[in-house]
C-alpha cells in the first residue's frame, strides 16, 4: 500500500500561482502511476493531469489549457502540481491518487483506475 498526503493548497488571486505536493509513503513510489484530480463545490470529482511512474509521459486534461504542470520526484517520494495562471473556476479539492502498476497497466485517466487517494488540499482563487 501507498499513503498519500496533500499540500500546498490555499487561497490566492486569480493570475497567481501554486505548486501542490503529495508526499508518498509505503510502498515504492515507482511502482505507480500517479494523478491529479479535483472536486469543485457540487461537481463531480474530475481528472486533473497524470503522470507515469518515471514522470516521462503525462497527460492532461483539457481545460488545463498549458497552465499545470505534473512532475514527480522518485527520490523524494513526491508528486507535484505546479498551477499558474490560476483562475476562480479552479477552485476545488485537489486530491493526488496512485495506480499501482501490474503487468500490461497503462497510465490512465480513467478515476477508478487509481487505488490509493490522499485526503486532499483545497485551492480557492478570488476574482
Known amino acids: 500500500q501507498v499513503q498519500l498526503v496533500e499540500s500546498g493548497g490555499g487561497l490566492v488571486q486569480a493570475g497567481g500561482s501554486l505548486r501542490l505536493s503529495c508526499a508518498a509513503s509505503?510502498?515504492?513510489?515507482?511502482?505507480?502511476?500517479m494523478g491529479w484530480f479535483r472536486q469543485a463545490p457540487g461537481q463531480e470529482l474530475e481528472f486533473v493531469a497524470a503522470?507515469?511512474?518515471?514522470?516521462?509521459?503525462?497527460y492532461y486534461a483539457d481545460f488545463v489549457e498549458g497552465r499545470f504542470t505534473i512532475s514527480r520526484d522518485n527520490a523524494k517520494n513526491t508528486l507535484y502540481l505546479q498551477i499558474n495562471d490560476l483562475k476562480p473556476e479552479d477552485t476545488a479539492v485537489y486530491y493526488c491518487a496512485a495506480h499501482y502498476i501490474l503487468p500490461n497497466s497503462v497510465l490512465t485517466t480513467t478515476l477508478n483506475r487509481y487505488n490509493y487517494w490522499g485526503q486532499g488540499t483545497q485551492v480557492t482563487v478570488s476574482s
Open positions: 503522470t507515469n511512474w518515471s514522470g516521462d509521459r503525462s
Open positions: 509505503g510502498r515504492t513510489f515507482s511502482s505507480y502511476h
